[in-house]
C-alpha cells in the first residue's frame, strides 16, 4: 500500500512547479514543432515517470504498471474511435462518395462560414453528444478538409467549436462522473451547467466565425450566426433543466441544424466567402498534396447516397451511445482486467478527498459497446452499400492502420502521462494549487476544470479527478458545491481544444501528421481566454447573482 504524497518538497509552491515539468515538456515539445507528437510523448512520458518515482516517491512497480493501464486506456476506446473513424471517412474518398456529399453541402451554401455553422458546430455538437471522446473533431475534421477547408483551419476550427457541447458529452457521461464523485443530484449538477453554458453556445458560434473570417466577415453572416447560436443554447437550457442531463446535445443539435437549414431558405449571405483559408497567414495547404475535385455534377440519386455512410454513423453511435443498449450488452461482453500489484494498493488522500480510498484499477473492455466498435460496424455496413469487396475491404483496413500508427502511439503515450499523474498524485498536487484561491476560488476552481480536461483530454476524467477536491473546498468557503461542481465541467470544455489527445485526433483527421505544434499554437489563446471569461461568469454567480447558483430540487 502507498499514500499518495501531496508536497513532498514541504513547499506548495515548489512541489507543484516539479509537479508541472512533465505537461509542461510535452507542451512545449509539440509547440516547438521540431519534435514529431509521438516521440514529444514518449519524452514526457520518461520525464513523467522520472517525477513521481523520484520526486513523488512513488514505487517504481507501480508506476509501470500504471502507465501500462494508461497505454491501454489510451488504445481503448479513444485510439479505437480514431481508426475507425478514419477508415469510414477513406472508404467514402475511395468511392467518390465524399466529393458528391462536398456538392451536396455546398448547395445549402456554398459560404466556407455557413458551412462551419453547419458541420463544425452543429453537427460536431451532434457526434459530441452520441458518443465523444474525440469523436466530434475527426468527423468534422475529415468533412471540412474534404470540402477544400485548409489543414490548419479544419483542425483548428474544429477544436474551438467542439466546446460549448462537451459537458454533456457521450449521453452525459460527464456529468454522471461528477454525480459519482461528489454524490450530488446529477440533475442539479446537469441543470447549473445549463445555466452556464448556454451563454458560451452563443459566443463560440460567433467566435468561430471571427476567427475563420475576421470581424467584417463575421458580421455579414451575424443572422445565421444567431440563428445557429440562439437555436442550441435555448434548448440546451431548457432541456438541462427541465428534462434531463443525458439528450442536451442530441436534441440541441438536431434543433440547431434544423433551425439553420430553413433560416437558409429564406435568407442567403450577400457576398458569399468562398475562402477556405483562415484570415490570418495560412499556408497550410501548401504542405498538402493537391487534392483532384471533380466537376461533373452529381445527381440527386448520387447526392441522397452520398449521405447514407454518414447517417448510418449517426443511427448506430447514437444507439450505441444510449444507456440501455449498454447495460443490455455490457453483461455478456465485459471483461473486467484488474491491473495486479495496482489495484487497490494506492491511497487517495485528504484534503483531496474527504478520507483516505484506495484507487481501483480495473480495466473494463468492453469491446461490444466501444463507440469505436459502432463505428467499425457503420464503416462495414457503409461498404456494404458502397459496393466494396470484402478482399478490398479488409485491405483497405490495414491501410488505415498504418496511416494513423504514429497518433495511435502518440495518444496510447499521452494517455499514459495522464493516467500517472492521476495514480500519483502529481495531479492532485496541481490542484491543490488552484484550490488555495481564498475568494477567487470561483475563478480558479473553474480554471481547475480548465486544467484537468488540458491533462486528460477528457471533461468526465477531469470530472473524476478534481470533483471531490471542488466539493471539499467550496463546503469550506462556504459556496455552493453544485455550483463548483458545474464550474468543473463548464471550465473543462475550454481546456478541450489544447489537450494534446484531442490535437493529435484533429491532426490525424485532417492528414496533417507532424503539425501539431502549430495546431496548439493557434488554438491556444482561445482556449485561455474562453476558460477564463467562465470563470468571471461562475464568479458573478457565486457573488453577484447566487440566485442564479440557486439548487431547485
Known amino acids: 500500500?502507498?499514500?499518495?504524497?501531496?508536497?513532498?518538497?514541504?513547499?506548495?509552491?515548489?512541489?507543484?512547479?516539479?509537479?508541472?515539468?512533465?505537461?509542461?515538456?510535452?507542451?512545449?515539445?509539440?509547440?516547438?514543432?521540431?519534435?514529431?507528437?509521438?516521440?514529444?510523448?514518449?519524452?514526457?512520458?520518461?520525464?513523467?515517470?522520472?517525477?513521481?518515482?523520484?520526486?513523488?516517491?512513488?514505487?517504481?512497480?507501480?508506476?509501470?504498471?500504471?502507465?501500462?493501464?494508461?497505454?491501454?486506456?489510451?488504445?481503448?476506446?479513444?485510439?479505437?474511435?480514431?481508426?475507425?473513424?478514419?477508415?469510414?471517412?477513406?472508404?467514402?474518398?475511395?468511392?467518390?462518395?465524399?466529393?458528391?456529399?462536398?456538392?451536396?453541402?455546398?448547395?445549402?451554401?456554398?459560404?466556407?462560414?455557413?458551412?462551419?455553422?453547419l458541420i463544425a458546430f452543429a453537427f460536431g455538437a451532434f457526434f459530441e453528444g452520441a458518443s465523444g471522446f474525440g469523436t466530434p473533431v475527426a468527423v468534422t475534421g475529415a468533412l471540412l478538409i474534404g470540402l477544400g477547408f485548409s489543414p490548419l483551419a479544419a483542425s483548428g476550427l474544429s477544436l474551438i467549436a467542439n466546446t460549448a457541447p462537451v459537458a454533456y458529452g457521450a449521453l452525459g457521461t460527464p456529468i454522471q462522473g461528477l454525480a459519482s464523485v461528489t454524490g450530488l443530484d446529477p440533475y442539479l449538477l446537469g441543470a447549473m451547467v445549463g445555466r452556464q453554458l448556454p451563454f458560451f453556445s452563443l459566443i463560440v458560434p460567433f467566435w468561430l466565425i471571427w476567427v475563420f473570417a475576421g470581424w467584417r466577415g463575421m458580421m455579414q453572416v451575424w443572422p445565421a450566426i444567431l440563428v445557429t447560436g440562439v437555436s442550441f443554447a435555448v434548448p440546451q437550457y431548457l432541456i438541462s433543466n427541465f428534462i434531463n442531463?443525458?439528450?442536451?446535445?442530441?436534441?440541441?443539435?438536431?434543433?440547431?441544424?434544423?433551425?439553420?437549414?430553413?433560416?437558409?431558405?429564406?435568407?442567403?449571405?450577400?457576398?458569399?466567402?468562398?475562402?477556405?483559408?483562415?484570415?490570418?497567414?495560412?499556408?497550410?495547404?501548401?504542405?498538402?498534396?493537391?487534392?483532384?475535385?471533380?466537376?461533373?455534377?452529381?445527381?440527386?440519386?448520387?447526392?441522397?447516397?452520398?449521405?447514407?455512410?454518414?447517417?448510418i454513423l449517426s443511427v448506430v453511435v447514437g444507439i450505441w451511445g444510449t444507456g440501455w443498449f449498454k447495460a443490455w450488452v455490457n453483461p455478456y461482453t465485459t471483461i473486467a482486467i484488474p491491473v495486479e500489484g495496482l489495484h487497490n494498493l494506492i491511497i487517495k488522500v485528504p484534503p483531496v478527498v474527504a478520507k483516505p480510498i484506495p484507487e481501483g484499477a480495473v480495466f473494463a473492455f468492453t469491446y461490444l459497446s466501444y463507440t469505436g466498435t459502432g463505428i467499425l460496424i457503420a464503416a462495414v455496413l457503409a461498404a456494404i452499400v458502397m459496393k466494396f469487396s470484402p478482399i478490398r475491404l479488409i485491405k483497405a483496413y490495414f491501410e488505415t492502420l498504418w496511416v494513423v500508427r504514429w497518433s495511435l502511439l502518440t495518444i496510447a503515450a499521452m494517455l499514459a502521462i495522464g493516467t500517472l499523474t492521476r495514480y500519483s498524485g502529481v495531479d492532485a498536487t496541481l490542484g491543490l494549487a488552484f484550490a488555495n484561491a481564498g475568494f477567487l476560488y470561483p475563478f480558479f476552481g473553474t480554471l481547475l476544470g480548465w486544467l484537468g480536461v488540458a491533462l486528460t483530454g477528457s471533461d468526465t476524467a477531469s470530472n473524476v479527478l478534481f470533483g471531490g477536491l471542488q466539493k471539499i473546498?467550496?463546503?469550506?468557503?462556504?459556496?455552493?458545491?453544485?455550483?463548483?461542481?458545474a464550474a468543473n465541467s463548464s471550465g473543462g470544455v475550454m481546456g478541450k481544444m489544447i489537450d494534446a489527445q484531442s490535437i493529435v485526433v484533429a491532426s490525424t483527421a485532417t492528414n496533417w501528421f507532424g503539425h501539431e505544434g502549430t495546431i496548439l499554437r493557434f488554438v491556444f489563446w482561445h482556449s485561455i481566454v474562453l476558460a477564463c471569461l467562465v470563470g468571471v461568469l461562475v464568479m458573478l454567480q457565486a457573488y453577484v447573482w447566487p440566485f442564479s447558483a440557486m439548487v431547485i430540487h
Open 245 to 311: 442531463p443525458w439528450i442536451v446535445d442530441i436534441g440541441a443539435s438536431i434543433i440547431s441544424m434544423i433551425c439553420l437549414v430553413a433560416f437558409l431558405q429564406v435568407w442567403q449571405p450577400k457576398e458569399l466567402w468562398l475562402s477556405a483559408k483562415l484570415r490570418v497567414k495560412d499556408n497550410s495547404a501548401d504542405t498538402m498534396p493537391p487534392r483532384p475535385v471533380s466537376k461533373r455534377k452529381a445527381t440527386k440519386e448520387e447526392v441522397i447516397w452520398s449521405w447514407v455512410p454518414w447517417v
Open 473 to 485: 473546498t467550496a463546503e469550506q468557503l462556504g459556496l455552493s458545491p453544485i455550483l463548483m461542481g
Open 1 to 117: 500500500m502507498w499514500n499518495q504524497v501531496y508536497d513532498p518538497f514541504g513547499s506548495m509552491l515548489l512541489s507543484t512547479l516539479v509537479a508541472a515539468i512533465p505537461v509542461v515538456t510535452l507542451l512545449f515539445l509539440i509547440a516547438t514543432n521540431k519534435v514529431k507528437a509521438h516521440w514529444a510523448a514518449v519524452i514526457a512520458l520518461i520525464v513523467a515517470l522520472a517525477v513521481v518515482i523520484i520526486a513523488f516517491g512513488m514505487p517504481t512497480g507501480l508506476a509501470l504498471r500504471a502507465t501500462g493501464l494508461g497505454v491501454v486506456t489510451g488504445l481503448f476506446p479513444i485510439g479505437w474511435i480514431i481508426l475507425n473513424v478514419i477508415f469510414l471517412y477513406r472508404l467514402t474518398v475511395e468511392k467518390g462518395w465524399f466529393d458528391t456529399l462536398q456538392q451536396s453541402i455546398g448547395g445549402i451554401s456554398a459560404d466556407r462560414r455557413i458551412q462551419l455553422l
